[in-house]
Structure formats: C-alpha cells, structure tokens
C-alpha cells in the first residue's frame, strides 16, 4: 500500500482519518481458499508494507524544556546525530498514534529516527533546512503473518536498508 497523506502538522486529525478511510474502503474480492465470500481488507495477506509520504511530523509542545532552551538552530542541530534524533523520537505523531492504538494497527516499523530528515532541505546546501519544523515524512511499516504455507519467511528474517522486518503472529 502507497500513500500521500495529508500534510502539515496540525492536520494530525486528518491524517489519521486518511488511514482509516483507506482501510475501511479498500476491499479486495474473497480469497479463493477462504469459507467466507466476503471481501477482504489490506489486512488479509501474509505481508503487508505500507509506505510513502505519510507527513506524520514531530511535534514538541511548546512548554517542553527543549523548546524553552534552544533556539531553532540548536534543534536543528540535533538532526544530525542518531542518538539526538532518537530523542526526538518521543515527538513523533505517527509513533505516539501507533501507542494510542489510533492507527496503523498492528504494523511495526523499524527505526526510524536513523534517518536523517528529508523533507524541506534548502537547495545546493547539504543537512541544511528551509524551515525549523523538521520532519521524515517518508515512512515505511510492515506486518507479516507466518502461514503453514508461507516459505518466504522459512528463510532468514528479511533485511531492506536499515529497516528489520521480524516474524511475529
């Protein structure tokens, strides 16, 4: 499944809503080896990837003391470790909606705060960002479900860059 959620950062609502109605309305015809004629959702496959620009954003409230002591360019400058963007990670809407069990339910998705943000980079300059609100907008989440006739996930668990997909039920 490729999507283009709805983007800015307020429109947290929508983006949710996005997922849901994709959900909802996306139906498949019956699988031939299920008892049941009714169609099936996104869900009913052994593997699901969901991917592309969700535009879910991390969000700090302005009250948070990371806020109240840096300027932008000092959270700016905390794009470019790993271990400053795990931090961040805490502000993400689309983790903190996955908690809330809001949307993307039951998909996993690796770690994402390994990547360096790629929305908004000022043109012909390197790790520089037109705006303060930074963000890695592009998204990949997965869910496998081992079945007695699946052999694809008999062999090692599968690697895609820096994303690790692991069997679970």
Request: net charge positive.
């Amino acid at each position: 499944m490729c999507a283009h959620l709805t983007t800015h950062e307020p429109k947290l609502a929508q983006r949710v809503a996005d997922y849901h109605h994709i959900v909802s309305t996306l139906l498949f015809p019956a699988l031939p080896s299920s008892p049941s004629s009714s169609p099936t959702t996104m869900y009913s496959t052994s593997h699901l990837f969901f991917l592309g620009d969700l535009n879910f954003r991390i969000t700090i409230p302005p009250s948070h003391p990371i806020v109240q002591t840096s300027n932008s360019n000092e959270i700016l400058a905390m794009l470019k470790g790993d271990s400053s963007r795990e931090r961040l990670k805490e502000f993400d809407q689309l983790l903190n909606q996955r908690r809330k069990g809001t949307a993307f339910i039951g998909l996993r998705e690796g770690p994402f705060w390994t990547f360096k943000c790629t929305y908004k980079y000022k043109l012909g300059e390197v790790d520089r960002y037109k705006y303060a609100n930074f963000v890695n907008t592009f998204r990949l989440l997965t869910q496998t479900r081992q079945h007695e006739t699946d052999t694809i996930l008999d062999r090692q668990d599968n690697v895609c860059d820096s994303y690790r997909f692991t069997r679970h039920p």
